[in-house]
């Protein structure tokens, strides 16, 4: 074994793998909610499929969609890796377990994640799919012609079932993130009197503000176009 | 005191084990935990009963033989050792699960006993200083802050009981590991071995089979000696320096 798949097959190395993809993930959190901010312009949409249009065919955003896929897919095979690791480590459990004064989401990381990635299947078959391969109307604007993403939106929030469950997916993520955001640093070594209290309160808030600003944005569709 | 004990009992590493109810009575509230297990001990000897095997040493709280995982914390409800907690902490009518630690590094020799050789396996890897014996060294003769000192002390009073290995989820023992790297990095004395010594450390921590850590803190909260989960983070920056910087390919 090079000393590099040495490092990274071991549980720190592991570790470092999930710090990374999760923290590279955090990033596209960041981008994808700022852009769909656009769903809240008046604008019938216009300004929405413009940059969904830009979102799926400039090179650069091409490169960095690549390197989200293989994050997520990293994030959950090494997730697997290290559960099955961790699995083995106790074949025996205690009769009587109290759990002791830890946050529920550090303890059901695997629970949370799984239920964040059932969520990502399925809003991906409804948009990404869509938009790259379904059969998507066209709209004109001033500079030409534009797969109509904002109607298929408006269409998939007007099912009060696909609101709820958008909103329940992202409390579930609200509660991964709230535990993977300052894990993610201390898994990096980085944990120092300084800073650390701060990594951990933007990590909080940063938990609470995104998927509550993903959150709403079918629940806006949902009352404004009923 | 009168109280009920639902004890883990297993004659031997291949037995299958159970547990076992054993009431007791006329316990003081004064007595340590494992003074209130002698008392059954010498009941059920005197019985001609097997009595129940558990670790212990100093019963002072610095040697770290003690374990014991009891209502579903190591080392009791309070953060000490085991052999430092007293029935004051229980009250009249309470049952008290007793079980040993759970872990595959940490296989079950009898009843409570565990064996903890893993963890002097991880040390016998990379966790001392080589240095030649000779004269008795001048005090401050390295001159170390008074700062270093301490948290390197901090991280040296981990007595090695396995309580975060126990407590954590995934039997994890990095706060251990972490702790033992960390004492020797933060000074002048540790710097010849670092790299390998990291190295080397987590590469035995892996090998005995323990898992990896998830960071929900269990371990720093339950630990006797409160060991911070600073180390851990040390730890990492100690493994991933050394992985790219030592000469071992």
């Known amino acids: ?226 | 005191m009168k109280l009920t004990l639902k004890i883990w009992r297993q004659k031997n590493a291949s037995d299958k084990g159970g547990f076992v109810t054993y009431p007791i009575d006329g316990i003081s509230t004064d007595m340590s935990f494992l003074e209130m297990m002698d008392v059954l001990n010498e009941e059920l000897s005197a019985k001609d009963e097997d009595p129940v095997h558990f670790d212990h040493d100093c019963r002072e709280g610095i040697c770290g033989m003690c374990s014991l995982y009891i209502n579903g914390h190591p080392h009791g409800p309070k953060q000490t050792t085991t052999c430092q907690l007293h029935m004051r902490s229980f009250s009249d009518g309470d049952t008290i699960t007793i079980e040993p630690w759970r872990a595959a590094a940490f296989p079950v020799v009898k009843d409570l006993v565990v064996d903890r050789a893993s963890f002097d396996r991880i040390i016998q890897a990379g966790g001392y200083v080589s240095v030649n014996t000779g004269g008795v060294p001048d005090a401050n003769e390295i001159p170390i802050p008074k700062r270093i000192a301490d948290e390197a002390f901090d991280s040296a009073t981990c007595i090695g009981c396995g309580a975060c290995v126990a407590a954590c989820k995934n039997a994890s023992a990095m706060l251990f590991t972490s702790a033992k790297i960390s004492q020797l990095a933060m000074l002048p004395q540790g710097q010849v071995e670092r790299m390998t010594r990291a190295e080397k450390m987590v590469a035995q921590m892996d090998a005995e089979g323990f898992g990896a850590c998830t960071n929900t803190g269990a371990c720093e909260a339950e630990c006797p000696k409160g060991i911070s989960l600073t180390n851990i983070a040390r730890m990492n920056r100690e493994y991933f320096s050394a992985s790219v910087k030592s000469e071992n390919v």
């Not at chain 1, 896929?69 to 459990?93: F, M």
């Not at chain 1, 609101?163 to 535990?179: C, P, T």
């Open chain 1, 1 to 226: 074994m090079s000393w590099v798949t040495k490092t990274l097959s071991s549980t720190i190395g592991r570790k470092l793998i999930m710090s990374l993809t999760g923290l590279f993930l955090i990033l596209f959190l960041i981008g994808h909610v700022s852009g769909n901010m656009l769903l809240f312009k008046d604008d019938g949409g216009e300004a929405f499929n413009i940059y969904a249009h830009f979102m799926t065919t400039n090179p650069a955003v091409k490169i960095l969609s690549y390197l989200t896929y293989i994050s997520i897919i990293g994030h959950v095979i090494w997730s697997i890796w290290l559960t099955k690791t961790n699995k083995a480590a106790r074949p025996i459990g205690y009769g009587q377990s109290t759990p002791p004064s830890t946050s529920v989401a550090s303890r059901n990381m695997g629970i949370l994640g799984t239920i964040v990635l059932i969520f990502l299947v399925v809003h991906m078959k409804t948009f990404w799919y869509e938009m790259h391969w379904g059969g998507i109307p066209f709209v004109n604007y001033a500079g030409g012609e534009f797969k109509d993403l904002y109607t298929v939106v408006l269409f998939a929030f007007q099912n009060e079932f696909m609101v709820i469950g958008y909103v329940i997916a992202m409390a579930f993520l609200a509660f991964h993130l709230s535990h993977g955001f300052s894990s993610a640093f201390q898994t990096l070594g980085l944990n120092h009197r300084k800073y650390s209290p701060a990594i951990h309160t933007i990590g909080i808030l940063f938990s609470i503000l995104v998927p509550v600003l993903f959150a709403s944005m079918p629940v806006y569709i949902y009352f404004t176009q009923s």
